[in-house]
């Protein structure tokens, strides 16, 4: 019992998760740099919520008055991180198994803008494959989630979103964890026009979307799974 115990306690201490800091154009940029971070690291669990667009609420985030300047074109990491003094040995419970997505909103002001209403666009995303979820990948790679940069997007200032969804509670509407963190970034060297098939959040995920109630313990490696969301934009 005392193993059982001890066990469960690891389990909850590593569960949550946060999107920390920044990877771009060869510089990791410091914890909370650009990101409007929490210091709590619990979900958002009501898809309806305006939280659900860049954190807050139950989980009130710190302002940033940095915007990190990222090249249109190239790859930026997400860096992942159980609280803001974490290591990457400790990411997110494996327990917490689900896809990873991320998204850009094109803005006038990366530092005032909420990220309320609609205008994002889903630039990547994975989700289940041959029994590999989105996020125990991140997790495998020491909480690094790998996300490319459109070259055809038009130079200005965006947010980035990142989310890490967990299903293992998903069986029922209102239980999965949504984790996500906007960055505030300014592009350039890019080319093109926005994308006009964008998604509002909140609004985006249906209350009762099949990548959101999902029993995943029923699944086989060879099920196939629905990512929440749009097609990821692609040049």
Request: aromatic content about 8%; hydrophobic content about 35%; overall charge negative.
């Amino acid at each position: 019992m005392k193993a059982f115990t001890l066990l469960a306690a690891a389990s909850a201490a590593s569960a949550h998760t946060i999107f920390v800091q920044l990877e771009a154009d060869g510089t990791t940029y410091p914890v909370s740099h650009g990101i409007r971070t929490p210091t709590y690291d619990g979900p958002i669990t009501d898809v309806t919520s305006d939280d659900v667009a860049c954190n807050g609420g139950p989980n009130p985030t710190t302002p940033s008055s940095e915007v990190i300047t990222v090249s249109a074109g190239t790859t930026v990491k997400a860096v992942w991180r159980h609280t803001l003094d974490s290591g990457p040995e400790d990411v997110m419970d494996a327990s917490h198994k689900g896809p990873t997505m991320a998204y850009l909103k094109k803005v006038d002001d990366a530092v005032t803008d909420s990220g309320i209403g609609d205008g994002w666009f889903k630039i990547q995303e994975d989700g289940y494959s041959n029994g590999q979820w989105g996020t125990s990948t991140v997790i495998e790679n020491s909480g690094l989630h790998t996300i490319d940069i459109p070259a055809c997007i038009p130079e200005g200032q965006y947010l980035l979103r990142a989310e890490m969804i967990a299903l293992h509670s998903a069986g029922s509407p209102g239980g999965a964890q949504l984790y996500m963190e906007c960055a505030q970034l300014n592009i350039v060297g890019g080319s093109g026009s926005v994308p006009t098939d964008t998604v509002s959040f909140p609004g985006a995920y249906p209350a009762d979307d099949p990548g959101i109630v999902v029993d995943i313990y029923s699944m086989s490696p060879s099920d196939s799974y629905s990512v929440p969301g749009p097609d990821a934009f692609s040049c």
